[in-house]
């Protein structure tokens, strides 16, 4: 029960702290690399994870300036047998800052997680997997350049805490949409 105090009191935080760093600009003083439209895209990418190789998709939005809210899954996998070690889905909010030809964020939000314990059984030759649900915090942070308003390729990285086990990951990154 402790962890959904904690969470909600973060969500909270996160929804308040947009409007009360940028609430004293009028909207012809916002400076520069503070949007005032709203953005729509998707991102996801590969690369390497604690558990092995992991892999990573988000839908964002960004519905106020420097505002923004990405709804995603993250997995990871064994190199050597490709066995799943992980799957985490999450919903995290944040901040955005939008630089002329980058995006940069940072976000945090609950995550409910798999987790995978595989252990071979010498008896019947055969593989025992364990799973295991966890609820946790994701924390992600992306950084993207955009050559292009409607395409940028940049690193992401995730973490998922929990009471079973972290698992984190740095992944190689395009998204596609309205960026910037």
Not at 66 to 81: E, K, R
Not at 134 to 157: E, H
Request: aromatic share 16%.
């Amino acid at each position: 029960m402790r962890y959904f105090k904690s969470l909600f009191l973060l969500l909270c935080i996160n929804i308040i702290t947009p409007n009360l760093c940028f609430s004293q600009f009028e909207i012809s003083e916002i400076p520069e690399g503070f949007p005032t439209r709203h953005s729509l895209w998707i991102d996801g990418g590969v690369g390497y994870s604690t558990l092995g190789v992991g892999a990573i998709g988000n839908i964002t939005y960004q519905p106020i300036d420097s505002f923004i809210v990405s709804v995603g899954a993250a997995g990871s996998w064994d190199n050597g047998t490709f066995i799943v070690q992980s799957r985490e889905y999450y919903a995290t909010t944040g901040l955005v800052f939008k630089g002329k030809k980058s995006v940069a964020s940072f976000e945090l939000g609950p995550s409910y997680g798999y987790y995978y314990d595989t252990e071979p059984d010498i008896s019947t030759q055969q593989l025992i997997t364990t799973e295991y649900r966890k609820v946790g915090l994701a924390i992600q942070g992306k950084f993207f350049y955009t050559p292009i308003k409607y395409f940028g390729i940049g690193v992401q990285i995730f973490a998922d805490v929990n009471s079973y086990q972290t698992a984190g990951s740095i992944c190689l990154c395009i998204a596609i949409g309205l960026v910037r």
